[in-house]
């Protein structure tokens, strides 16, 4: 019995690779079996990124801007070049922008967030799908994040730009899942990394650290998220275990959103 877990042989493109989230979803993907193709802004950060892989693991890092057509249609076509085709997609790359409210906002902040979080998911969408539409089967995860489901104070272009995340996700799937490709979204929830820590410095400007009792008081977990459970996540819906799952969006928060 073939063990629907393994990734032995697929082909797994992941941006954001550099990543606290992307390196650890590679990581797992890897030790699956899977071959990478790392894609990230920075060529030195995805060497050091893709260092830590499994010996046994074959892995490729390209530097591209996902906002920019030309680079995503680069990482494609490298990746097809090197490995024959893609098999699984996480398109996770995103920012946080700036922390303030609306009214502080500028619009070429707000653009900016846009253009990573929604430009970037919709280009590579666009570039991925009509590899793993030609071979009918493929399996893409896309990254939200809770704030895509509910509202967030000071980081409104970030809950909006996660919000169209899921939009693109289930209208993908709509589009694709007749096909065998699978279409699917995460939305972690207050996960131990950088951009969590950015988000709440930016909230609470020159004061004293917050102890991390009143960060998690509102999580039912009582414990912030590790990258490792939102890659367990992707892996998941990367495998075949998730034949047919496709158009969901799944919560990874310690149970955040539930109430
Ligand atoms: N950390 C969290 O608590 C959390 C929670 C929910 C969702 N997310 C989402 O998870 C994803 C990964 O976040 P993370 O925590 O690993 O953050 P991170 O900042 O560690 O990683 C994001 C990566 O995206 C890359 N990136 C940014 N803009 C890019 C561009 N234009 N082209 C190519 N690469 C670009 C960055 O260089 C970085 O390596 C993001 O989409 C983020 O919004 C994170």
């Known amino acids: 019995m073939p063990d629907r877990i393994r990734l032995d042989g697929r082909v797994a493109v992941v941006t954001g690779a550099a990543g606290v989230i992307g390196t650890a979803t590679m990581r797992l993907l890897a030790e699956r079996g899977a071959h990478i193709v790392a894609v990230d802004r920075s060529q030195q950060h995805l060497q050091t990124a893709i260092a830590d892989l499994p010996a046994a693991a074959r892995a490729l890092a390209v530097a591209a801007d996902v906002t920019r057509e030309d680079e995503v249609a680069d990482y494609v076509r490298v990746?097809?070049?090197?490995?024959?085709?893609?098999?699984?997609?996480?398109?996770?790359?995103?920012?946080?922008?700036?922390?303030?409210?609306?009214?502080?906002?500028?619009?070429?902040?707000?653009r900016r967030v846009i253009d990573v979080n929604v430009v970037g998911v919709?280009?590579?969408?666009?570039?991925?799908?009509?590899?793993?539409?030609?071979?009918?089967?493929?399996?893409?995860?896309?990254?939200?994040?809770i704030a895509g489901l509910i509202g967030s104070p000071d980081i409104a272009a970030y809950s909006?730009?996660?919000?169209?995340?899921?939009g693109l996700t289930k209208s993908a799937a709509l589009e694709c899942t007749a096909t065998g490709v699978r279409v699917n979204c995460?939305?972690?929830?207050?996960?131990?990394?950088?951009?969590?820590?950015?988000?709440?410095?930016?909230?609470?400007?020159?004061q004293a650290p917050i102890?991390?009792?009143?960060?998690?008081?509102?999580?039912?977990?009582?414990?912030?998220?590790?990258?490792?459970?939102?890659?367990?996540?992707?892996?998941?819906l990367a495998s075949d275990e998730a034949s047919y799952v496709s158009g969901s969006a799944y919560t990874i928060d310690g149970g955040r959103t539930a109430g």
């Open 79 to 110: 990746a097809v070049d090197a490995f024959g085709t893609i098999d699984v997609f996480h398109n996770n790359a995103g920012v946080e922008g700036d922390i303030a409210p609306i009214t502080r906002c500028s619009l070429e902040a707000f």
């Open 122 to 145: 919709f280009l590579g969408l666009k570039h991925v799908l009509p590899v793993m539409l030609k071979q009918n089967k493929g399996s893409i995860i896309n990254t939200a994040s």
């Open 160 to 166: 909006a730009s996660k919000h169209a995340v899921i």
């Open 186 to 206: 995460v939305c972690p929830g207050l996960i131990d990394s950088r951009m969590l820590s950015a988000i709440i410095e930016g909230r609470n400007p020159g």
């Open 211 to 236: 102890p991390d009792g009143k960060i998690v008081e509102r999580i039912p977990a009582r414990r912030l998220g590790q990258a490792s459970e939102v890659a367990s996540v992707v892996a998941f």
